[in-house]
């Protein structure tokens, strides 16, 4: 794809007054700064919209979905609740949104969440009743044989 560069403001300011001094057509104008015909379209439509010739290229992209106003929601969601998962608070503020937007969302604001849902507690008893021993010692006899695929008999060739 071919990309063209901004047009100076000085450029965009002589195309525009050419054109207002009546020094020709849109198009001998365009040929004339070796600009397209479009762009000298683009330039006096523009200034007939906006009152302005600069460049709109900040306007450009994708807009955000999480506002300033949602950032502020969500860290009074979470100064209410701090333990709301991500799912809770894109909830709680009403945002159409992906998880992930919302996480880069808390990381700009310095914020933290709750990473996931709260499970019950395991109902099971504890593994060991006695304290578990440190160092790296064994009982004799507690060594497992092992056996890998390479200790294995393999298939007697037919």
Do not use: F, W
């Amino acid at each position: 794809m071919l990309r063209m560069a901004t047009l100076s403001l000085d450029l965009r300011e002589r195309i525009v007054a050419s054109y207002d001094n009546e020094e020709g057509t849109r198009d001998q104008i365009a040929r004339r700064y070796r600009v397209s015909l479009g762009m000298v379209k683009k330039l006096l439509q523009q200034r007939r919209r906006t009152g302005d010739i600069g460049s709109l290229h900040h306007h450009s992209g994708r807009k955000p979905v999480i506002l300033a106003s949602h950032r502020q929601a969500m860290r009074a969601a979470l100064s209410r609740k701090p333990d709301l998962t991500l799912a809770e608070l894109r909830e709680a503020v009403g945002l159409a949104c992906t998880l992930p937007a919302i996480h880069y969302a808390l990381a700009d604001m310095g914020l933290t969440y709750k990473k996931r849902r709260s499970v019950p507690a395991s109902k099971t008893a504890p593994t060991s009743s006695r304290p578990a021993r440190s160092g790296g010692g064994s009982k004799e006899g507690s060594i497992r044989s092992v056996s890998s695929s390479s200790m294995r008999a393999g298939r007697k060739p037919t």
